[in-house]
Nanobody, 119 residues
């Protein structure tokens, strides 16, 4: 069993900052990629950022220069530092982790955390 627990969402004014966290627990042998996605009601879930085991990162164009993804391997946790937030960043944010536990190289999703940016 693998669980992902997210935290850090909330309500913030435009221009403000939030930091999301996602901690993985359970039977985990290795973690490959850790990523963040977001979804607005009525729209498809979209990619936000990803970080590999080696620390390489990639971002959606819409968040480049404003968001920073990082990870703590020892804590099996991924973070998303979101700065200069805009109303269009409002969404439910989900973490996604590809890891090997009892199942080799499987994707797991967090429960989602709401981020609301007011104008």
């Amino acid at each position: 069993q693998v669980q992902l627990v997210e935290s850090g969402g909330g309500l913030v004014q435009a221009g403000g900052s939030l930091r999301l966290s996602c901690a993985a627990s359970g039977i985990i042998f290795s973690i490959n990629t850790m990523a963040w996605y977001r979804q607005v009601p009525g729209k498809q879930r979209e990619f936000v950022a990803v970080i590999t085991r080696s620390g390489s990162t990639n971002y959606a164009d819409s968040v480049k220069g404003r968001f920073t993804i990082s990870r703590n391997g020892a804590k099996k946790t991924v973070y998303l530092q979101m700065n200069t937030l805009k109303p269009e960043d409002t969404a439910v944010y989900y973490c996604n982790v590809n890891l090997s536990g009892l199942v080799v190289s499987n994707d797991y999703w967090g429960q989602g955390t709401q981020v609301t940016v007011s104008s």
